[in-house]
């Protein structure tokens, strides 16, 4: 599997703990360095504007979708390999996904957690089929990998499912992961019921 080009979902908060920054920082300085091109939310703030700007110093490709009236408010990322500009965010969720490689997930709150579950659904369902990755910073996705376990222990979910997605807590491993993830197909929609 060769990766050229990868979603990343991850906060727009600049307040959050410095090391989720530096993860953001390595995130995006190994995705320039491997030449993989990044497709993420299109804003200027937060683990966004890390990750962004951190791969294009290293000269990197970045592609931001931002809804319009985010970039009225000036939300978006001026340095931008490209930005393009959708209606709303179920239009920006949809692109930021076509046509990538993986997904990875930085920690972020609700906005990022949504993205995540609804790839995770899609590939449930067998319609999204490349790895999702978490970069699990200060252990931030425990309760969510726990909540997702739960779903799985009381039979809401399949064990298969568990397959769905991959953990690392290093974005130098990211790659890495990804290319060990496992293989998904079509097929899972057979077990995506129980």
Known sequence: MSISRVCVFC?????????????????????????????YGGGGAGLMGEVA???????????GILPRFMSDLEWGHTGLTELKLVDNMRERKHLMIENVD?????????GTLEELLEVITLK???IFLKPIILVNVRDFFNLLIEML???INERFMNEKHKSIWSVTSKAEEVIETI??????TASSRNFATL
């Open 11 to 39: 906060a727009s908060s600049t307040q959050v703990h410095p090391e989720y920054f530096d993860a953001a920082n390595r995130l995006g300085k190994e995705l320039a360095k491997e030449g993989v091109t990044i497709v």
């Open 53 to 63: 700007t951190s791969a294009l110093v290293q000269g990197g490709q970045v592609i």
């Open 102 to 110: 993986a997904v990875i997930a930085l920690p972020g709150g609700c």
């Open 124 to 126: 449930r369902l067998g």
């Open 149 to 151: 376990n739960q779903c």
């Open 179 to 184: 290319l060990n993830a496992p293989k998904w």
